[in-house]
T-cell receptor, first 111, second 114 residues
Framework: EDKVVQSPLSLVVHEGDTVTLNCSYE??????LLWYKQEKKAPTFLFML????IEKKSGRLSSILDKKELFSILNITATQTGDSAIYLC???????????FGKGTSLLVTP | NAGVMQNPRHLVRRRGQEARLRCSPM?????VYWYRQLPEEGLKFMVY????????ESGMPKERFSAEFPKEGPSILRIQQVVRGDSAAYFC????????????FGPGTRLTVT
């Protein structure tokens, strides 16, 4: 069965800290890995990764994929309270239309 | 530039009633996906539709659940004779093409069955 595992499940940091969120997967015929941020509403798209070793960056957020070791990390530098959310990792595969989601990492950034 | 719209945002139904959840995709998107999020669980795929066609319903429970995406109007997820276990957040997503691109999510409908 295809599997997406995120760690840690929850994390509390102070404003200004740097955090690294992990996502490992076992998916047949991998196509892409996506990161979303979920606050109290719609999951918001952050990144889509398809190639190993190429970092995607948006402001203080960055992400990279390792297709050999089957994992991705999401880094957030200089965290702010507005970064508090659940971060979701999802994987798509070649023969399917669905995204296969992990359970998410709940991040709380305290002032 | 409206995103994916879902209504209602909250829905309360008694056991045995029917629930109808609506989803209007982003402008220019003709591919709609429904996901369910149970407490303490990740988002689980239910069904993928294009206009007037169900393409993949592999994640849909075999009974009581149905989905449609008519030529005109929103996509509808219908749950007949709801049970307490149907209580969850139901999210709709859309994309401009079928594969290889990100899916954009709506705010979800939180269904509570009493």
């Amino acid at each position: 069965e295809d599997k997406v595992v995120q760690s840690p499940l929850s994390l509390v940091v102070h404003e200004g800290d740097t955090v690294t969120l992990n996502c490992s997967y076992e998916v047949t015929n991998f196509r892409s890995l996506l990161w979303y941020k979920q606050e109290k509403k719609a999951p918001t798209f952050l990144f889509m990764l398809t190639s190993s070793g190429i970092e995607k960056k948006s402001g203080r957020l960055s992400s990279i994929l390792d297709k050999k070791e089957l994992f991705s990390i999401l880094n957030i530098t200089a965290t702010q309270t507005g970064d508090s959310a659940i971060y979701l990792c999802a994987v798509g595969w070649d023969s399917g239309y669905a995204l296969n989601f992990g359970k998410g990492t709940s991040l709380l950034v305290t002032p | 530039n409206a995103g994916v719209m879902q209504n209602p945002r909250h829905l309360v139904r008694r056991r045995g009633q029917e629930a109808r959840l609506r989803c209007s995709p982003m402008k220019g998107h003709s591919h709609v996906y429904w996901y369910r999020q149970l407490p303490e669980e990740g988002l689980k795929f239910m069904v993928y539709l294009q206009k007037e066609n169900i393409i993949d319903e592999s994640g849909m429970p075999k009974e009581r659940f149905s989905a449609e995406f008519p030529k005109e109007g929103p996509s509808i997820l219908r749950i007949q004779q709801v049970v307490r276990g149907d209580s969850a957040a139901y999210f709709c997503a859309s994309s401009p093409v079928a594969v290889g691109v990100e899916q954009y999510f709506g705010p979800g409908t939180r269904l509570t069955v009493t």
